[in-house]
């Protein structure tokens, strides 16, 4: 390792995950300002929501302020593979075309994204072994185990002339946890021998008082839970949870039911989980149309969908709608998931169909250790501070008040500082005390229908106002020498309404008495002008649905001069 030079820095930036439980971008810079060389660690997305972005699946964090830096970046590296972790790479990386590494799970599953949009060729991917290390400019990087919910999640020791960042990436302390090694904790003391600058640390489950639980004592409950149902069952999980995949099928087996997957990312995962050697004892899974035949009692289903999304198996079974699996009255629906908060609607607006078709539900607050977290909760926090000893705690990866009460505990544990950054923060962690030194813009990006937008595009304005407050369409002709109406207005309305068929009659011969007066009042040189034309009458129309509905839709002017 060089030594410092005067002028350098070693500066830490959060573009996405910092006020929000998702979708991380996080960069770390090292040099004199105007030279500096950045790594980012991690990429990834989080999923729309209709009040939010109405038609919008995915939101990706606007990487405006690295791409301007990308002939300095000199790496993209990450720590495992859930969605808000890697999701946004294939999207983003054309913006920032640095080489990406990952652990050997981690990059079988960005190779399928990378393959999707069309970047397999193009993305230069090295896979780093486990506990591997690395060096990049002036960072050099050892991946450490830890355990978390989905295999290979390692946090990255990250040495700099100017000190150690310990960044932690998703995790928690699972002394079991059935796929994988334990949380490296030889690792952890030696780091914190040699002097931790920084940690930058996960913060989901701050409020949460004592540990998470074991994958153990899931597989154990999980198997009883089965074992006492009757007819058909499915069970839904995160398909990214290979240990929780790995239960299922294994209870399947112990209580004589024979396990078939259900949902794409569920094979999706389960084929790149025996790719790099894991579910090796995993029994053998039947297709969808061969579990059809079997008895009820002798079927289990392995689901995605336990967040209510609409367009997986779970939702599609809910709405009769799936064409190979259908559950009824004696069948049973285990939920091995959590709810994610923004998602309580649909995973409510879930279980009522399915309680409608007479199916029993199982869920993880009737049945304890049917699901355990894999993040850290406070115990598991206290442990981690004990281990690294960290001059410096910075959390990330959750909502403000997260990441505030975090600020909190670490100065319980006496750690010296302590700084709750916000995304597009970029705090300097050394020399000197940590400190926002620059506030860089840190907005969103959407994918709507398979196009990455602005987050203020034209059309989602125009998408949310026609859901908020409707939309009338005007169309009218014009022609003779004193361009006069010669045909309508027409008028059609969508998403407003009146309190029965008669009085919406007299509200469309309302707003079309609107629009001819409107055009009534131009001259005859405004109506020769179409733009003249289309925004007279927009405005007449606005007013008077706006007395009539209470509403001020979106006007719509179709002109045809004869």
Known sequence: MSKAQPGDELVFLPLGGSGEIGMNLNAYGYGPPDTRKWIIVDIGVTFGREEMAPGVEIVLPDPQYLEEERDNIIAIVLTHAHEDHIGALAWLWPRLKAPV??????AALVREKLRERGLLEKVPLTVIPLKGQLTLGPFEID?????????EPNGLAIRTPLGLVWHTGDWKIDPDPLIGETTDEAKLRAMAEEGVLAMVCDSTNVFVEGSTGSEAEVRERLTQVIARCTGRVAVTAFASNVARVETALQAARA????PCLVGR???????AAKGVGLLQDAPETIDEEEAGGLAPEHVLYLCTGSQGEARAALSRIARNEHRNVTLKEGDTVIFSSRVIPGNEVAIHQLYNQFLEKGVALITADEEHFIHVSGHPARDELRQMYAWARPKIAVPVHGERRHLLEHVRLAQELQIPEAIAPNNGDMIRLAPGPAKVIDEVPAGRLYVDGGVMIEAEDEALRDRKRLGEEGAINVSFAIGGKKNGIVAGPNISVRGLSMADDEEFEIAIDDLERAAEAAFSKLNHSDRKDDDQVEAAVVRGVRKAAEKLFGKRPLVDVSVLRI
């Open 101 to 106: 590494y990952a652990t050997p799970f981690t």
């Open 143 to 151: 991946f450490v185990t830890l355990t978390h919910s989905i295999p």
């Open 255 to 258: 209580v004589g039911r024979t």
């Open 265 to 271: 990312s569920m094979h999706r995962i389960v084929a």
